[in-house]
């Protein structure tokens, strides 16, 4: 009996097998004919016309006089007719999310953005303050406001944002309030958000406005860094932002060199020396100038006088070569990371061409070749797409290779019968080639 029903399946198996032989053969006459004569028309290619869609029925909710009373809200600007849904309906609607995704969410990037602002005066204009006589009893009030709207954000930042960030543990992605709450109090972030905002400002009845009490402001760097990541990561020419942000951090430098220069300055007596400011024209200006020629050392400074001014010169000038060298260093490293691509195509364009004329190939093969480089840098911005996918996991490839490649597969007539996974798998394994024209690409 065993032997029975193994040579039942096994008839069964070699049927099965002959009519999807039987099956492939007569798509295979198909595809044949279509591509000798493109006007035979088939069963297949010419469906029946899908019954017209019943309307859809208004939700039950919904009455006329809902519809008629949003269609009364319009604006007449000139000659034209504007409709609009009144601002105040879409505040009431509108909810704030629960949870925030830091990586995808663009609204998350935009709060960052005001909060980097924020801690950007504080950076900037504490020092400014501190030094030079800008801050005045008459426009005290103006810096004080300023003061206190950066410090709002940042608590706005504490109180709202921080604890709504979702985070990964153990593989998941966690959304519950408790847990991502719980996650940002044990961080260091919080920790330095705590810091920032010390109330030194309660100092100002004892010692006055003192722009020094507020330097604490000045540690919430990691939401800077944090921004920097998450801006690059959404910018399709990321490095032209890490040019600008390396050419700050330049022009940061100079600034607070410039306010400790009036601050040496008025310590030693505007106009006592000939190396201190003279106290004329813009002091900002001035001082920025001498920062400019210090810290880049281009020279032709005055000679400092006393010893406090050559051990203030002397700090400068170190300073000054190892910023401007760190600074020059990170430009190359910036530059080099954004042309590193076409670097390698140059590379390899080069070292073809060097093999091609050291074995004498003929000139047309040559400037097939070349034309065939350019054409395939100038299309896609690289030599090689599988390079880019390489580190990615299987799943996610399948994704990319799906979307890209998907709609042109399903297209083609003899894989139109085949099933989805059938593809998805084909997908994963095909490679993306560039030809020219008048190139095989299959050859019978």
């Known amino acids: 009996r065993i032997g029975s029903a193994t040579s039942l399946n096994s008839a069964f198996i070699n ?89 995808t969410n663009l609204m998350y990037v935009l709060w960052l953005f005001f909060v980097v602002m924020a801690w950007n005066w504080n950076c900037w204009l504490i020092p400014v303050r501190w030094a030079f006589p800008y801050q005045t009893p008459a426009n005290i009030h103006c810096w004080l406001l300023m003061d206190y709207l950066c410090d709002f954000i940042y608590l706005l930042d504490i109180l709202v944002f921080q604890t ?108 006592s020396t000939t190396w201190v400011y003279d106290g004329e024209g813009n002091s900002y200006i001035r001082c920025y100038y001498w920062a400019v020629k210090t810290l880049i050392t281009i020279g032709g400074l005055p000679d400092p006088k006393t010893l406090f001014e050559i051990v203030f010169q002397l700090l400068n000038y170190f300073t000054g070569v190892f910023a401007f060298s760190v600074m020059i260093g990170q430009m190359r490293d910036v530059v080099g990371a954004a042309t590193a691509g076409q670097t390698y195509y140059r590379s390899c364009m080069d070292s073809t061409i060097k093999y091609m004329n050291f074995y004498k190939i003929p000139k047309a093969v040559q400037n097939r070749v070349k034309t065939w480089y350019e054409y395939t840098w100038h299309s896609q911005g690289m030599l090689d797409e599988s390079e880019l996918l390489v580190q990615l996991p299987d799943k996610m490839r399948l994704d990319i290779a799906i979307d890209v490649n998907y709609n042109i597969v399903s297209k083609v007539a003899l894989f139109q019968g085949c099933d989805r996974q059938m593809i998805f798998d084909m997908l994963k394994r095909l490679r993306s080639v560039v030809y020219l024209p008048n190139d095989y690409v299959c050859k019978k």
């Open 164 to 271: 709504r960030l979702q985070f990964v543990r153990g593989g998941d992605i966690i959304t519950d309030k408790k847990a991502m709450k719980e996650n940002y109090l044990r961080s260091q972030r919080f920790k330095m958000d705590v810091m920032c905002l010390l109330p030194l400002d309660f100092l100002y009845f004892k010692v006055g406005v003192n722009p020094l009490l507020r330097f604490p402001r000045c540690l919430k760097y990691m939401a800077f860094f944090e921004f920097n990541n998450r801006l690059e990561a959404i910018l399709s020419k990321a490095y032209i932002y890490r040019v600008i942000r390396t050419t700050a951090y330049l022009l940061y430098s100079l600034h607070v060199n410039s306010c400790l220069y009036y601050w040496a300055s008025a310590y030693e007596g505007l106009g």
């Open 15 to 103: 049927t099965r097998l002959q009519e999807l032989v039987k099956l492939f053969k007569e798509r295979t006459e198909k595809v044949k004919e279509k591509l000798i004569d493109p006007d035979i028309t088939s069963d297949d290619e010419s469906p029946a016309a899908s019954p017209a869609a019943a309307p859809v029925p208004p939700p039950k909710g919904e009455t006329e006089g809902d519809k008629t009373a949003e269609d009364e809200h319009y604006c007449e600007m000139l000659c034209c007719t504007f409709k609009y849904r009144p601002w105040l309906d879409r505040l009431k609607n509108y909810r704030f999310p629960s949870s925030i995704d830091p990586l």
